[in-house]
Every structure is written in structure tokens, then in C-alpha cells.
């Protein structure tokens, strides 16, 4: 669905020179014109302020009331995107996706792991979510079992080929990692983490001993100095409480999802186990668009219960047109428009979801609209942040404080005598019949 209002042309900018529509400032070093800055001209931000933001470096050098930082002219602005019209935000990232499995619903039986169709699925996902606004994916892959280690290596593949695009980091998930069948598992993966995964995940509730899985995971993560990700329902309650007793106090720390069943238990039960992961410091994260496991299981944790309990929650998107869900779109504006929608939370709570909380979880550093902050940002069509969760269509998308996507989108309509009546907006090319 396209917007309502006619956008600007940002992708068009201007460059010292005055050029219109160049792609970067027309000038070189000899006019002082820095190639790598950019000036992000009249953005609206959540407070309400219209502003400019100049980026460079990679990050946000300066935020200033509308047209002053271009005050004395554009010369040494480098390139100039006008923003009118558009609401800047902080980024958002994905701690939870599935890579290695994305975009395999339409094939015929199971998901191809060959290296390359991994590779390319990979890829494509990543771009795909890239241009929804993430600039940062955590990707869940298994790794054992008939892979062994080939997904991993061809998603660690696709992350070089995205480099300077988006940040792609990778958790390595072993089946087993108990018991004789266990022991391949544990060399998988401590062999995972040599070739470059960063996180220690994996599924203790497919284990035959859930809690020697996790361990073996806690074991592995303390060696290496990597964060722990685990993939759990949550439908056991006291399995649950001895995870948080066991990951108290783990650093860089411990993160669970989707933990879809603890919708499920009775409420005071809900709520013990919510002050547990808290004091464990745990974080949680949902899956509001919908599993990554079992078609029939999508329940979302209770986001409310665990936010008033102290736990932080972040969202995540999860499959992404596998066999889990064929449907799965991978954009974190819907997470959060259905964190807000159905599940309560406050528009800013739930935006915070999926850009502030998500980044914590994933390590990385936080964005505000504020100078020295790193320039990982969104642009989204509109001037509300309610707004931009209900028709957030075009978006223009900053990475290391360069564009990097732009999705732009026109609604038309035929001629209206009622719209003519009214004075409602109207765009179009041409008449449609």
C-alpha cells in the first residue's frame, strides 16, 4: 500500500556545487567539500522538532534547527537530502532472524542447504530486511546435523558480501549437545566460533537433557567470551527458573526466545517467572509476526507482564517465507505496529523494541538523534510515529551515515468530483480511467 501524500524526491540531492539530482557533491577536496558528509535537510523527529542532521564519519556531527546548518550556503555539506516530509528515527535492528532458511517456502520439500543457495537466500533476506529499515541482523544458524558447518559458511559468505550495507552477525546452533550423539554437536560448535560466529544459541527443548544443553552452552559462551541466544517456548516453568539461576550474572549476557508460551501459564506463575529472568538480568525476545518453530505455536510472550517485571524486551522478526512461515515479511515496523496494536504497548515502547532494545541485545552501540551518536537511521513518510507504524511505506534508510535504501511508493486515484469538493490530496502521471 502506497502513501497518501505525494513524497519528495530525497534520493535527488544537491551537492555544493549546486548540482541538482547528483548522486554526491560534484566537487572535490580542492573546494572543501567532504565526498562523505551528508545533510539530512527539514526531517521531522518524535519529539516534534524540525530539523537538519549532518552526518559524517559515520556518525551524526551536528543537529540543528531547519536550514541552519546549511546557513552560509552548501559548500562544505557535501551531499543534501531533502527530508521534508519524512520522520527521522534511529534505525531499527533484528536480534532474531533465520537466514539460512529465508525465502525457501515456495521450493518443492525441504530447504536446499547447498552452500550457494544458502548463500543467495541469505543475501536476499538481508537486503530484503535492509530495505524494511534494519541496518543490523542477528541470524539464528544451525550448524550439525547434514549442514554440519557449510550454512554457517555461506551466511558468514553473504555477510562480507554485505559489508558497508548492513551488519550481519551469526549465531551458531548445534541440535544436540548431550549425551554421545551430544559430543559432535559440542566440537560443531566450538568449530562454529573459530570460524567466526559470534553468539553461542541453539534449543535446549530438543535436547533429551535441556538443562546439560544448556550447560554445555554456558560452558562454551564463558570460554570464548561470547553472548548467549536460545531458542525456548517457555512452557516449562521450572526448567525456565533454573536457566535464569544458571545464566545469573553471564556476561556480555543472555538472551531467550520466543518464549511464546508464558502467554500460556496462569498469571501468577507468569509473573514469578518474569521477576526471575529479571533478577537473572535475561533478556526476552517475541516474535510478534509469528514463530520460527511449529506452525500451530503462535502465542507472543506476554510483553507487558515482562516490561513491568523489569526484563527488556526486544522483538524480533523470525522466519521469513520458510516452511515456519510462509508469510513472514521481516519488518520490524510491523513487530512493532503489532506490539502497539495487539499487545498494549505504547507506540514509543514499541518502536523502542525493535531499534534501542534490539541494538542492546545485539551488542551494538545506541542511536539517538543527537550529535556523536552513530548514523543508523530511518526515514519513514509521515510526521507521527503512530503514523509511521500504520503506513510506513516509503523509507529511506541510513547505514554508517550513507544511503543505502530507498523504497519510495504513489497512491492514485481517478478523478473524484467528491475529492475535488473536499480539497483531498490527489497525485498521479496521468487520468486513470
Not at 544458524?141 to 558447518?149: H, M, N, S, T
Not at 516449562?236 to 535464569?244: E, F, G, T, V
Request: charge should be negative; charged fraction near 20%; include cysteine.
Amino acid at each position: 500500500m502506497p502513501d497518501s501524500q505525494p513524497p519528495p524526491h530525497p534520493w535527488s540531492s544537491s551537492s555544493s556545487s549546486g548540482t541538482p539530482g547528483a548522486s554526491g557533491p560534484a566537487g572535490s577536496a580542492d573546494n572543501g567539500v567532504d565526498p562523505t558528509t551528508l545533510l539530512l535537510c527539514g526531517a521531522r523527529l518524535a519529539d516534534g522538532r524540525t530539523v537538519d542532521v549532518r552526518l559524517g564519519g559515520g556518525r551524526i556531527e551536528a543537529v540543528g534547527t531547519a536550514g541552519s546548518l546549511a546557513a552560509g550556503g552548501l559548500q562544505g555539506c557535501g551531499t543534501r537530502v531533502d527530508l521534508s516530509g519524512y520522520l527521522l528515527l534511529p534505525a531499527p535492528a533484528d536480534p532474531h532472524t533465520h537466514l539460512d532458511t529465508a525465502l525457501s517456502a515456495e521450493g518443492d520439500g525441504p530447504a536446499s542447504y547447498e552452500p550457494r543457495d544458502v548463500q543467495r537466500r541469505a543475501t536476499e533476506a538481508a537486503l530484503l530486511q535492509l530495505g524494511h529499515g534494519a541496518t543490523a541482523l542477528r541470524a539464528h544458524v544451525r550448524v550439525g546435523d547434514v549442514q554440519g558447518l557449510g550454512a554457517l559458511a555461506a551466511v558468514l559468505q553473504a555477510r562480507r558480501s554485505l559489508r558497508g550495507l548492513t551488519e550481519l552477525t551469526t549465531v551458531a546452533m548445534p541440535r544436540l549437545l548431550t549425551g554421545a550423539a551430544g559430543a559432535d554437536g559440542l566440537a560443531m560448535l566450538r568449530d562454529a566460533l573459530k570460524m567466526g560466529a559470534s553468539v553461542v544459541g541453539g534449543c535446549p527443548d530438543l535436547d533429551p537433557d535441556p538443562i546439560g544443553y544448556v550447560e554445555a552452552v554456558l560452558e562454551v559462551a564463558s570460554e570464548h567470551g561470547c553472548p548467549v541466544d536460545l531458542h525456548t517456548d517457555a512452557a516449562d516453568p521450572a526448567r525456565l527458573a533454573r536457566l535464569a539461576a544458571m545464566a545469573g550474572g553471564l556476561r556480555p549476557g543472555v538472551t531467550l526466545g520466543p518464549c511464546g508460551d508464558l502467554a500460556r501459564l496462569p498469571e501468577e506463575m507468569a509473573r514469578r517467572t518474569a521477576d526471575q529472568l529479571a533478577a537473572a538480568g535475561v533478556t526476552v525476545v517475541c516474535l510478534p509476526q509469528g514463530g520460527c518453530g511449529a506452525t500451530d505455536r503462535r502465542e507472543t510472550a506476554p510483553v507487558r507482564m515482562l516490561r513491568a517485571a523489569g526484563v527488556r524486551v526486544a522483538a524480533g522478526s523470525g522466519a521469513l517465507r520458510d516452511l515456519s512461515n510462509p508469510v513472514g515479511r521481516g519488518d520490524p515496523l510491523e513487530a512493532a505496529y503489532l506490539l502497539a496494536s495487539r499487545y498494549g504497548l505504547r507506540p514509543e515502547d514499541a518502536y523502542d523494541a525493535v531499534s534501542s532494545a534490539a541494538r542492546t541485545v545485539m551488542g551494538l552501540p545506541e542511536v539517538r538523534l543527537e550529535a556523536g551518536f552513530p548514523a543508523e537511521l530511518l526515514a519513514v513518510r509521515g510526521d507521527r510515529l503512530e503514523g509511521a507504524l500504520s503506513l510506513a511505506y516509503s523509507r529511506i534508510v541510513i547505514h554508517r551515515g550513507r544511503v543505502v535504501a530507498r523504497t519510495s511508493a504513489v497512491r492514485e486515484y481517478c478523478n473524484s468530483a467528491a475529492a475535488v469538493e473536499l480539497g483531498l490530496p490527489r497525485q498521479g502521471r496521468g487520468e486513470l480511467s
